[in-house]
């Protein structure tokens, strides 16, 4: 200890130069690694801004007149592959179109349309097996389109008939399958994303070949519920696709006013997850993306962040009109040459897979079915009114007996005032 104050106090008297030679004959120690973060020493401050940061690169695989930009990225699905895609995002446009109306009708309570989405479901569904593990948040039809889900079961489920697998305890658009291995939808924001990482996980240790892919808005990755699945995701290198369809808007809020930043891909590496960034108009594209992200997840036993780049060019549900916060053209332009079923259109006719009289047939065909299920939907009875009661505990309890039995008395005393023909008994 005296030393070491006696060579202080002669440094302390020494010139510059006779300092920077005594420091050059100590050998440094090496430098302990932090636990909690890998990097080198600097020795002047310096701010890492924003804008100096690269930005990850969006993917495509076709322009929009449909040419394949560069032939090694054509994923060379067959004929009959790539008319499905085309043929179940006509089919989802069509039926949006029409139970649209049906709830500006009054015939239905509530509805969310796919308009401009469309590939960002068919081209992620088309990449996946049936044994995958689907959550969804309320944009993803098009996925149980392509996994086989019936006209009739949609239909069913936004009238909540007896023939809904939800028994009518749902909102309009809540779709679940059990057969497809779809989560029924919930409505609050992200809830499904940290089930989703725990259902990766226990998968993971079950080690089966299946994973686990969790779709989501990039106004859901606001909620905190978002940065629980990221970081448990990343500790826990659970096997998971996180897809972010990034539409552009949270409702009315514009995605330059709801987070600042690279989007939410950014987030992925920020996390440790690895990540990549797709057009989410070319549903080629989507198709490889999600192709090599599950690929990915299952070789390492760990997640991937998918943001899909799109547009949301329909309102955010029947209760907003966005025209409020938009302009007509802005619309306009992506619901033309940019929309995903005109740029797969271009491709098919470039291939000579596009006729445009069986197209019309096939849109005329499903035109038919969707409203004569609509008509067969509305004349079916609503499930029994007690089941409001049951499906939530493997045994009533009490409290509820007593409601349910208060709900009789109250009905037995007041029939006249309720539709109760419309109910099955």
Same mark, same amino acid.
């Given at each position: 200890?005296?030393?070491?104050?006696?060579?202080?106090?002669?440094?302390?008297?020494?010139?510059?130069?006779?300092?920077?030679?005594f420091?050059?004959?100590?050998?440094?120690?090496?430098?302990?690694?932090?636990?909690?973060?890998?990097?080198? @020493?600097?020795?002047?401050?310096?701010?890492?801004?924003?804008?100096?940061?690269?930005p990850?690169?969006?993917?495509?695989?076709?322009?929009?007149n *449909?040419?394949?930009?560069?032939?090694?990225?054509?994923?060379?699905?067959?004929?009959?592959?790539?008319?499905?895609?085309?043929?179940?995002?006509?089919?989802?446009?069509? %039926?949006?179109?029409?139970?649209?109306?049906?709830?500006? =009708?009054?015939?239905i309570?509530?509805? %969310?349309?796919? @308009?401009?989405?469309?590939?960002t479901?068919?081209?992620?569904?088309?990449?996946?097996?049936?044994?995958? $593990?689907?959550?969804?948040?309320?944009?993803?039809?098009?996925?149980?389109?392509?996994?086989?889900?019936?006209?009739?079961?949609?239909?069913? =489920?936004?009238?909540?008939?007896?023939?809904?697998?939800?028994?009518?305890? =749902? %909102?309009?658009?809540?779709?679940?399958?059990?057969?497809?291995?779809?989560?029924?939808?919930?409505?609050?924001?992200?809830? =499904?994303?940290?089930?989703?990482?725990?259902?990766?996980?226990?998968? !993971?240790?079950?080690?089966?070949?299946?994973?686990?892919?969790?779709?989501?808005?990039?106004?859901?990755?606001?909620?905190?519920?978002?940065?629980?699945?990221?970081n448990?995701?990343a500790? $826990?290198?659970?096997?998971?696709? $996180?897809?972010?369809?990034?539409?552009?808007?949270?409702?009315?809020?514009?995605?330059? #006013?709801? @987070?600042?930043?690279?989007?939410?891909?950014?987030?992925?590496?920020?996390?440790?997850i690895?990540?990549?960034?797709?057009?989410?108009?070319?549903?080629?594209?989507?198709?490889?993306?999600? +192709?090599?992200?599950?690929?990915?997840?299952? !070789?390492?036993? !760990?997640?991937?962040?998918?943001?899909? %780049?799109?547009y949301?060019?329909?309102?955010?549900?029947?209760?907003?009109?966005?025209?409020?916060?938009?302009?007509?053209?802005?619309?306009?332009?992506?619901?033309?040459?940019?929309?995903?079923?005109?740029k797969?259109?271009?491709?098919?006719?470039?291939? *000579?897979?596009?006729?445009?009289?069986e197209?019309?047939s096939?849109?005329?065909e499903?035109?038919? +079915?969707?409203?004569?299920?609509?008509?067969e939907?509305?004349?079916?009875?609503?499930p029994?009114?007690?089941?409001?009661? #049951?499906?939530?505990?493997?045994?009533?309890?009490?409290?509820?007996?007593?409601q349910?039995?208060e709900?009789?008395?109250?009905?037995?005393?007041?029939?006249?005032?309720?539709?109760?023909?419309?109910?099955?008994?």
């Amino acid at each position: 200890m005296h030393l070491f104050r006696y060579s202080c106090n002669l440094l302390s008297k020494a010139s510059p130069q006779r300092v920077a030679r005594f420091c050059s004959t100590i050998k440094p120690n090496p430098e302990p690694e932090y636990p909690g973060a890998s990097a080198p @020493y600097i020795g002047i401050p310096k701010l890492t801004m924003p804008k100096e940061v690269t930005p990850i690169p969006i993917y495509r695989v076709m322009a929009t007149n *449909g040419c394949v930009l560069d032939s090694t990225q054509d994923p060379n699905l067959s004929k009959e592959t790539i008319q499905k895609m085309f043929r179940d995002m006509v089919l989802l446009n069509t %039926m949006d179109k029409i139970l649209y109306e049906s709830q500006r =009708q009054g015939r239905i309570s509530f509805y %969310m349309t796919n @308009y401009g989405e469309e590939a960002t479901h068919i081209g992620s569904a088309a990449a996946l097996e049936q044994r995958d $593990l689907i959550y969804g948040q309320y944009r993803e039809a098009g996925v149980l389109v392509w996994r086989g889900f019936t006209i009739s079961q949609f239909i069913d =489920q936004c009238y909540g008939n007896v023939d809904d697998a939800g028994r009518g305890k =749902q %909102m309009p658009v809540h779709y679940g399958s059990r057969e497809l291995n779809f989560v029924t939808l919930s409505s609050p924001l992200a809830t =499904q994303m940290p089930q989703a990482v725990g259902a990766a996980y226990a998968m !993971k240790r079950q080690n089966n070949d299946t994973c686990v892919v969790c779709y989501f808005g990039e106004g859901a990755a606001s909620e905190g519920d978002a940065h629980a699945a990221f970081n448990f995701a990343a500790t $826990l290198d659970c096997p998971v696709i $996180l897809f972010c369809r990034n539409n552009g808007f949270a409702i009315s809020t514009p995605s330059s #006013e709801q @987070y600042k930043g690279d989007g939410i891909a950014a987030r992925g590496p920020a996390y440790g997850i690895a990540t990549i960034r797709v057009d989410g108009t070319d549903v080629f594209a989507v198709y490889n993306a999600t +192709k090599l992200a599950r690929e990915y997840v299952l !070789k390492e036993n !760990k997640p991937i962040l998918i943001e899909a %780049m799109t547009y949301r060019i329909s309102h955010h549900s029947t209760s907003d009109d966005s025209s409020a916060y938009r302009s007509a053209e802005e619309v306009e332009i992506w619901n033309s040459d940019r929309h995903p079923i005109s740029k797969l259109k271009n491709f098919m006719i470039q291939k *000579g897979f596009f006729n445009e009289t069986e197209e019309s047939s096939f849109v005329s065909e499903v035109r038919k +079915k969707v409203l004569k299920q609509i008509t067969e939907s509305e004349k079916k009875l609503k499930p029994n009114w007690k089941e409001m009661f #049951e499906g939530v505990y493997h045994e009533m309890p009490k409290h509820l007996k007593d409601q349910m039995k208060e709900m009789e008395d109250h009905i037995a005393a007041h029939k006249d005032a309720y539709p109760l023909k419309k109910f099955k008994n």
